[in-house]
C-alpha cells in the first residue's frame, strides 16, 4: 500500500516535524480513507507534549478527521469507495463489554483503542491519527457526514462537536433550562452552538472580553467574563447545568456557585495538573453535583453530526497549511483561536 505522509513529533520537545510511514494492509473490514481535513483539538497538543504522561512516541496526532474512501476490504459492507466520512477519537474497542453493548464505546471497560497514541487489537502497532494522507480504520469506527454541510467545518465535529453534545444530551439541556459554556475555544464554541440548537437558555463564560461579540453571534443570550466577581454574583444560584471546556486547572467554586440546587457543573477539560479540590459545602448545601464526560460513542456520534446537519450546524474555522501547525499549537496556548484550527491535507500531499 501507498507510503502515508504525515507530521509527527518524535518527544515531548520537539515540533512537529514530517514522518512517513505504511499503513497497515486493509482488513475485511476495513476502510481506507484519503484524508481531506483535520481539526486541531487541544489534546493533540497535551499529548504531543506529553503532558498526560503517556505519550508513546513518533505521535502523528489528529482525530477530526473528514476524508474520502479510497478502497474498502472485501467484507466491507458500511461504505464504498468514493464515500465522504469521518472518523473521530476511536477506531476500536473491545465490543463485548456492557459499556460496549450500550453503545458507549468511549467507556469500554477494556480500553477503546484511541485513533492515535492507541494500540491496535490485533498487532500491538501504535495508532496514527489525522495528521496524515490517509487513514486505514474499521468500518464500524466510520461515521457518515451530512451532504449539506461544509466538509473542512464539518470535521472538528468529529471530537469537539461530540464532546460537548453528549453531556449536553445526557444532562437534558433543552427549553427552559438555563446552560452555561466556560470557555470559547473548540470544545466550548460547539457547546454555545449545541445548547443554542436545543433550545436553552445559553450564557457563555469566557476570560476574553474580546471574545463577547462572538459570543452573542454563535449563540449565546448573555456572555460573563468569569474573572469579574460582580458579573459573576449576578447569576448566583440559577444554572441547571454548566459545561466546562477550559484546558488549564483553575478554581472551580466560582461557577459551581452559580448552579441552582441540584445542578451539575460536567468537565470535559483535560488539563496537565487537577483543579484545586472544590468546597464541599457549597455541593453538599444544595446537593450541586460535579462530572465528567468522555467524548461519546459511535452511535450517539453518528446523531450528532445528524443533528448537526438538521441545524446546518459546523465549527467556525481557522484553515491551516500542515506546516503551519507548530504555530497554530503555540497560538491555542494564548487561547488565540477562532474557534478551532483545521489542516488542509492536501497541502501535506506536495
Ligand atoms: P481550546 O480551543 O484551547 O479552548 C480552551 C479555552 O479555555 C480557551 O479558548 C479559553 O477560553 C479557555 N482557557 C484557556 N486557558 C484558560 C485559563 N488559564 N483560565 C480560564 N480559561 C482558560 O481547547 P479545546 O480544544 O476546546 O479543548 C479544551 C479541553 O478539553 C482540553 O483540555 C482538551 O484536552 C479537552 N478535551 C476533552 C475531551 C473529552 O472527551 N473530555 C475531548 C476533547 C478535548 P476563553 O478565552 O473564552 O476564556
Ligand atoms: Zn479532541
Ligand atoms: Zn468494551
Redesign the pocket.
Known amino acids: 500500500m501507498n507510503i502515508t505522509h504525515a507530521w509527527a513529533a518524535q518527544d515531548a520537545k520537539s515540533k512537529l516535524a514530517p514522518f512517513d510511514y505504511q499503513p497497515r494492509e486493509l482488513r475485511e473490514h476495513d476502510v481506507q480513507i484519503e484524508v481531506i481535513y483535520c481539526g486541531v483539538?487541544?489534546?493533540d497538543l497535551?499529548q504531543a507534549r506529553n503532558e498526560w504522561k503517556n505519550t508513546i512516541f513518533p505521535v502523528v496526532p489528529g482525530h477530526e478527521i473528514v476524508g474520502r474512501v479510497t478502497a474498502v476490504g472485501g467484507h466491507t459492507h458500511k461504505y464504498k469507495v468514493g464515500d465522504i466520512v469521518g472518523v473521530g477519537c476511536m477506531v476500536d474497542s473491545c465490543r463485548s463489554c456492557a459499556s460496549c453493548d450500550e453503545g458507549l464505546e468511549q467507556y469500554c471497560e477494556n480500553g477503546f483503542t484511541a485513533t492515535y497514541n492507541g494500540e491496535d487489537r490485533q498487532t500491538g502497532d501504535i495508532t496514527y491519527g489525522g495528521y496524515s494522507t490517509q487513514v486505514v480504520v474499521n468500518e464500524d469506527f466510520v461515521l457518515r457526514i451530512p451532504e449539506n454541510l461544509d466538509l473542512a467545518g464539518t470535521a472538528p465535529l468529529l471530537?469537539?462537536g461530540i464532546?460537548t453534545y453528549s453531556p449536553l444530551h445526557h444532562w437534558k439541556v433543552g427549553p427552559g433550562k438555563k446552560v452555561g459554556i466556560v470557555?470559547?475555544?473548540?470544545?466550548?464554541h460547539m457547546g454555545v452552538k449545541i445548547a443554542h440548537a436545543m433550545g436553552a437558555h445559553v450564557v457563555l463564560f469566557?476570560?476574553?472580553p474580546s471574545?463577547i461579540e462572538d459570543g452573542k453571534r454563535l449563540g449565546a443570550d448573555e456572555v460573563v467574563i468569569s474573572k469579574d466577581a460582580d458579573q459573576m454574583a449576578a447569576h448566583v444560584n440559577s444554572f441547571d447545568f454548566i459545561l466546562n471546556?477550559?484546558?488549564?486547572e483553575?478554581d472551580l467554586n466560582p461557577f459551581i456557585n452559580l448552579l441552582r440546587r441540584d445542578g451539575n457543573m460536567t468537565l470535559?477539560?483535560?488539563?496537565e495538573n487537577n483543579h484545586p479540590s472544590p468546597d464541599v459545602a457549597s455541593l453538599i448545601f444544595k446537593r450541586r453535583s460535579v462530572a465528567g464526560?468522555?467524548?461519546g460513542g459511535i452511535k450517539e456520534t453518528q446523531d450528532m453530526l445528524d443533528f448537526c446537519g438538521k441545524h446546518n450546524i459546523t465549527s467556525d474555522i481557522e484553515m491551516i497549511n500542515m506546516n503551519e501547525i507548530n504555530e497554530a499549537y503555540e497560538r491555542?496556548l494564548k487561547?488565540d483561536?477562532k474557534y478551532r484550527f483545521v489542516i488542509d491535507i492536501d497541502t501535506l500531499r506536495g
Request: proline share 3%; hydrophobic share 40%; aromatic share 0%.
Open positions: 483539538c487541544h489534546s497535551h471530537c469537539a464532546t470557555g470559547l475555544g473548540g470544545l466550548g469566557t476570560t476574553s471574545k471546556t477550559v484546558a488549564a483553575h470535559v477539560g483535560v488539563p464526560s468522555l467524548i491555542m487561547s483561536v
